[in-house]
């Protein structure tokens, strides 16, 4: 079974409004942490938020958002007035296990986000 | 500061050849990682070094051999490379296991 899911392979969103990019995740592990990141097409991953399993409140950094729901076993990431400058791949991403011992961060397939004018 | 430098940015090696990529992070961090990117797919971890020990190591063909020579750098060493080996080589670190990983603008591989 996939760990991570991006449904969404393509997105439009015009400039200045919010969009939201969807991810659903599968672990048993009750310590995991969640991550997004933006690959412009350049090629560099660019690290953006994090979600810990254990975080009572969802993460923001600037104009991003990450809208947790646990029970869900979703991690959407919203970005707010968007700018031409966002168009690039976005991937959600999982570890499992706690922070400080060695693991792997699975990425899902990622969603191209475009935005226009 | 959250750079993460990677060389050379493009390399083309012949199915015979040696060669080396680096990585170097100045930050810190005490654990790094190797990825490798197909186009138009995520990256694919291929090693974890932890305190400078090589913790993970995803079944990556022993043509590929990474080593840390200390807390800072990161090789990965390429030899008798098949052409299905192109592809984006990604380094990042992480100040621990576990949190959120920089990465570095990587390699652009091409074995002919």
């Known amino acids: 079974a996939q760990k991570i899911t991006q449904t969404q392979p393509g997105m439009f969103v015009q400039e200045k409004e919010a969009v939201t990019l969807d991810c659903t995740y599968d672990t048993s592990d009750p310590s995991y942490g969640l991550f997004w990141y933006k690959q412009p097409s350049s090629g560099e991953m660019i690290f953006l938020i994090y979600?810990?399993?254990?975080?009572?409140q969802n993460a923001t950094e600037g104009r991003y958002s990450l809208n947790f729901q646990k029970a869900r076993k979703s991690a959407n990431l919203v970005i707010s007035a968007s700018q031409l400058g966002d168009s690039a791949m976005y991937f959600c991403a999982m570890r499992e296990g706690y922070t400080g011992t060695a693991s792997k961060l699975t990425f899902g397939t990622g969603t191209r986000l475009q935005v226009t004018l | 500061d959250t750079e993460v430098t990677q060389t050379p940015k493009h390399l083309v090696m012949g199915m015979t050849n040696k060669k080396s990529l680096k990585c170097e992070q100045h930050m810190g961090h005490r654990a790094m990682y190797w990825y490798k990117q197909k186009a138009k797919k995520p990256p694919e971890l291929m090693f974890v070094?932890?305190?400078?020990?090589?913790?993970i190591n995803e079944s990556v063909p022993s043509r590929f051999s990474p080593e840390c020579p200390n807390s800072s750098l990161l090789n990965l060493h390429l030899h008798a490379l098949q052409p299905e080996d192109s592809a984006l080589y990604l380094c990042?670190?992480?100040?621990?296991?576990?949190?959120?990983?920089?990465f570095g603008p990587g390699t652009r591989l091409t074995v002919t």
């Open positions: 990042a670190s992480s100040q621990w296991p576990g949190l959120e990983q920089y």
């Open positions: 979600q810990g399993s254990y975080d009572q």
């Open positions: 070094y932890s305190y400078e020990k090589l913790s």
